[in-house]
């Protein structure tokens, strides 16, 4: 959906942003948590950040439709992020984030998709807009099919 960034009138009508799909960014790194909020928002979507355990707990009470989670957070914060999302029966797609290694990689995928789990796509950090729009495609396909 094209934006325009100077805000001017020209800028084709868009939804209202409580209408557009919230992704919540998990990732304890800051310049990460603005790039994926930046590049999400520049394909048409709204965002909520969580750079730890409690604030993931906080944003996700806002239900939102598509989890962005780093895999690689320290003290095993990513997995007891998905420990939660087990618990809550979490029927939304999640989008791993990451520059681990591909055993490590589609370890972590399998054994989240054992617990129920829905994983949409997997980010390879660096990723790029081209990256995001094409996670979302899939996790928005994921989530239409589930309404």
């Known amino acids: 959906m094209p934006m325009n960034l100077m805000g001017g009138s020209e800028a084709p009508m868009m939804a209202k942003k409580e209408e557009l799909p919230k992704v919540l960014i998990v990732d304890d790194d800051a310049e990460m948590v603005y790039l994926a909020q930046y590049l999400l928002e520049q394909s048409g979507y709204q965002s909520d950040t969580a750079m730890d355990l409690k604030g993931f707990h906080k944003a996700y009470a806002e239900l939102p439709a598509v989890v962005m989670l780093d895999l690689t957070m320290p003290d095993n914060i990513s997995e007891d992020i998905c420990k939660v999302m087990v618990e809550h029966h ?25 617990q129920g789990l829905k994983i949409a796509a997997i980010l390879h950090k660096p990723f790029w807009i081209e990256d995001i729009a094409s996670a979302m495609s899939i996790a928005m396909t994921l989530v239409m099919a589930e309404s």
Request: glycine share 4%; net charge positive.
């Open 90 to 114: 979490a029927k939304h797609p999640i989008i791993f984030v990451t520059g681990m290694p591909p055993e490590e990689i589609e370890r972590r995928r399998k054994q989240a998709e054992a």
